[in-house]
């Protein structure tokens, strides 16, 4: 079969309203995953919720402990949100927490509630998760709609806790603070700590978040952590999360980062386009952040792989689509205009990418942009 792909070339200058509707609808599908740039952007696997999501999401919220007569069954000793009919809780309570709650008479377990679901066990309620508790409870209608200075201001705040709950709770909440804003964030969280649990299969689950941490804390040693994972990459293949590891090795290194990076990665060849995706994800985060010496590094290493590898532009287009930056056109343009892309797909990719482009750019001619 022949494409013509010079008409999806002029797709983005003289669509209708209604093809254009199209193609951004189109592009919900041929741009996924839809990966916001924030930290959570470069996690590869994550909890659903945090420990606080739940807390402020969830339409039931009890306190339970051991049922009278059946110290294996949980039962509600009280009702925090919710109705005072609820379902049972069809979680044992196993022989630790047993033990603990007999000796802690005040303690308690807390579930949570979505409706229409199960009961989800969201931590274990002490002395010490008291007061987290009850701050979260009176947040619950402004930090649904994500992180408002007073979630972040409670995050920073728990930063000096020495509890490893405490610190556990800090990662979970800063994975949802977006890139350019944790930057920015006052971190005291120990280098030591961050490098203990980066590999743990506790940490595991937040290791994204961890590794762009090292790379904001600008340390000797998270430089060398950092260094040694991008080097075992170059030689072993990407592990998961490698995005977070290329956006902190940049933010380390500088234009430097990019250089190498590119050396090792962008431009092999022989590198899958699984792998290549990982590090353009980091670049394009770091694209609209960084100083014009990275900024330009980066165009000049992406311009050079699209040249030598036409396939990559829909990672390309992709990735800084999804970050709304469109400043990669000029290098784009000619995938299409030439007819170097030869599946349908990357057309489309890059295609949907010149169209919202455009739409941006007229929209900003129109506002006096």
């Known amino acids: 079969m022949i494409h013509d792909y010079s008409k999806i070339w002029y797709l983005h200058r003289d669509l209708s309203r209604r093809s254009m509707r199209f193609v951004l609808a189109a592009s919900m599908f041929v741009l996924s995953p839809a990966i916001k740039a924030d930290a959570c952007a470069f996690d590869m696997l994550k909890p659903e919720r945090t420990v606080i999501d739940w807390i402020v999401d969830a339409d039931a919220l009890v306190l339970a402990r051991p049922m009278p007569g059946n110290s294996f069954a949980f039962a509600p000793i009280q009702i925090l949100i919710g109705p005072e009919t609820t379902p049972e809780i069809?979680?044992?309570?196993?022989?630790?927490?047993?033990?603990?709650?007999?000796?802690?008479?005040?303690?308690?377990?807390?579930?949570?509630?979505?409706?229409?679901?199960?009961?989800?066990?969201?931590?274990?309620?002490?002395?010490?998760?008291?007061?987290?508790l009850g701050t979260?409870?009176?947040n619950r209608d402004t930090w649904r709609t994500g992180m408002p200075a007073s979630r972040v201001q409670f995050v920073d705040a728990l930063q000096h806790s020495p509890?490893?709950?405490?610190k556990a709770i800090v990662i979970s909440e800063l994975d949802k603070v977006p890139y350019e804003q944790l930057r920015d964030f006052d971190l005291r969280v120990?280098?030591?700590?961050?490098?203990?649990?980066?590999?743990?299969?506790?940490?595991?689950?937040?290791?994204?978040?961890?590794?762009?941490?090292?790379?904001?804390?600008?340390?000797?040693?998270?430089?060398?952590?950092i260094a040694s994972v991008v080097s075992r990459a170059t030689e072993s293949g990407s592990p998961d999360n490698f995005g977070a590891f290329a956006a902190a090795f940049i933010e380390l290194e500088g234009a430097l980062g990019v250089t190498t990076l590119a050396d090792r990665f962008l431009d092999d060849p022989h590198r899958s386009l699984a792998d290549i995706e990982q590090v353009v994800m980091a670049m394009s985060v770091h694209h609209a952040l960084a100083d014009v010496s990275v900024k330009d590094e980066i165009d000049m290493v992406l311009a050079r792989l699209v040249r030598s590898r036409p396939a990559a532009g829909a990672v390309v287009a992709r990735q800084f689509s999804l970050r709304e930056?469109?400043?990669?056109?000029?290098?784009?343009q000619p995938l299409v205009r030439d007819r170097k892309l030869t599946t349908i797909q990357d057309m489309t990719v890059v295609a949907?990418?010149?169209?919202?482009?455009?739409?941006?750019n007229t929209s900003a001619q129109a506002n006096g942009g």
Not at 352 to 360: G, I, K, Q
């Open 325 to 332: 930056d469109w400043s990669q056109v000029g290098i784009l």
């Open 190 to 225: 120990p280098v030591d700590e961050l490098v203990a649990d980066l590999w743990s299969r506790g940490g595991y689950p937040y290791q994204a978040t961890r590794a762009l941490l090292l790379g904001i804390g600008q340390s000797d040693k998270a430089r060398t952590v």
């Open 90 to 132: 069809q979680q044992l309570v196993d022989s630790g927490v047993r033990r603990r709650l007999a000796a802690n008479p005040d303690d308690a377990v807390l579930f949570a509630r979505l409706t229409g679901g199960q009961w989800r066990r969201v931590a274990y309620v002490d002395d010490s998760f008291g007061s987290i």
């Open 136 to 138: 979260a409870l009176s």
């Open 163 to 166: 509890n490893p709950r405490h």
């Open 352 to 360: 949907v990418y010149l169209a919202r482009a455009a739409t941006v």
